[in-house]
């Protein structure tokens, strides 16, 4: 596949510390693809790798087709990247930033950060320093975007801006990716990024959890109540790969994937230890927090028979 981004095998230490433990994946072109995990899981330390400007201990990583170990430079003038926080000078107006920025580019990019700015609705004329949050955030992306990057790298762009410029700011990332380029997003949000991303990675403590399509994700996965006579019943074999499980009185929660046969979780009602089963497709949040809470010990490919499920 000719991926906009390769990661093979990528492990990154500071000190005794694993920021980033043995992580493959590839972000294929004129995709949304969104790096979920909480704080502290390594999405930036992943992007710094991808950029050049953190050395990985193992593995190895390509952008465009351009190794992040040796053409780092070339990659950042090729890609536009949105920090988390981005660094503007203050006592210029978002002209004269364009104006500055552009010196660093190929001709066409001036014309093209005002275009964006013109679109975002921001005033050419204002400094930064008076710029609200969301003004700033839309200055930082048109300058990411000034010379037409075919990858677009955007830490957390949206936090601290309120609902209505985070969606506006999001549907243009819609845009993006439907214009051919690919936007690599990570993200705490999930809310938004079940609504533009295509596939999502989730992350806990450096390890990748999942990597999916994210259509494919929640198509694979079933939330499954399933009510005991008894409160300290064990919950019966399930089809499918158990992600977490959990028990409240005479309930167990679980979260499954990849059921291939629904019938088989809905015939477990006949079962006589069983009194119902419920069924409904999770949130991309559901899922999130089910992978979050899953434990280091049972790894989600373990099924139900096999593996004793933690009681809570
Ligand atoms: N330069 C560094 N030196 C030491 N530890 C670091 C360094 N950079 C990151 N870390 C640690 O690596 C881990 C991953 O950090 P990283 O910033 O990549 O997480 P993140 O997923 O981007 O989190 P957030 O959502 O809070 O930005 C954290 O425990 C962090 O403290």
Redesign the pocket.
């Known amino acids: 596949m000719n991926a906009a981004i390769q990661i093979e095998g990528v492990t990154k230490r500071?000190g005794a510390?694993t920021?980033v433990d043995d992580v493959s994946l590839a972000v294929p072109r004129s995709s949304v693809f969104a790096l979920l995990?909480e704080?502290?899981?390594?999405?930036?330390?992943l992007v710094k790798m991808l950029l050049g400007l953190e050395t990985p201990n193992a593995g190895s990583l390509s952008v465009l087709g351009l190794s992040s170990k040796t053409d780092g430079d070339a990659i950042r003038q090729r890609i536009g990247y949105v920090p988390?926080r981005p660094t503007l000078y203050e006592w210029m107006t978002a002209a004269e930033i364009g104006w500055f920025t552009a010196g660093f580019y190929p001709d066409g990019f001036e014309q093209h950060y005002r275009n964006l700015l013109d679109f975002y609705r921001v005033p050419l004329r204002r400094k930064i320093k008076q710029m609200s949050k969301g003004m700033r955030a839309k200055v930082a992306l048109a300058l990411a975007m000034g010379h037409e990057p075919e990858l677009l790298i955007l830490d957390?762009p949206t936090s601290g801006l309120d609902t209505l410029v985070r969606r506006e700011f999001l549907e243009s990332m819609v845009e993006i990716a439907s214009e051919g380029r690919t936007v690599l997003l990570?993200s705490?949000l999930i809310g938004e990024v079940e609504r533009v991303a295509d596939r999502v990675a989730i992350f806990r403590e450096g390890r990748m959890l999942a990597c999916e399509k994210l259509d494919e994700l929640k198509r694979t996965s079933i939330e499954a109540t399933v009510t005991m006579h008894g409160s300290g019943a064990a919950l019966p074999h399930l089809p499918g790969r158990v992600v977490v499980s959990r028990r409240r009185g005479k309930q167990w929660q679980v979260m499954l994937r990849d059921v291939a046969d629904p019938e088989a979780l809905a015939a477990l009602g006949e079962n006589d230890a069983v009194v119902a089963v419920d069924t409904r497709t999770p949130s991309l949040e559901e899922l999130f927090v089910a992978y979050l809470q899953s434990s280091d010990t049972e790894s989600p490919g373990e099924s139900a028979e096999r593996q004793p499920l933690p009681v809570s």
């Open positions: 500071f510390h920021a995990g704080n502290g899981a390594g999405k930036t330390t988390e957390e990570c705490h």
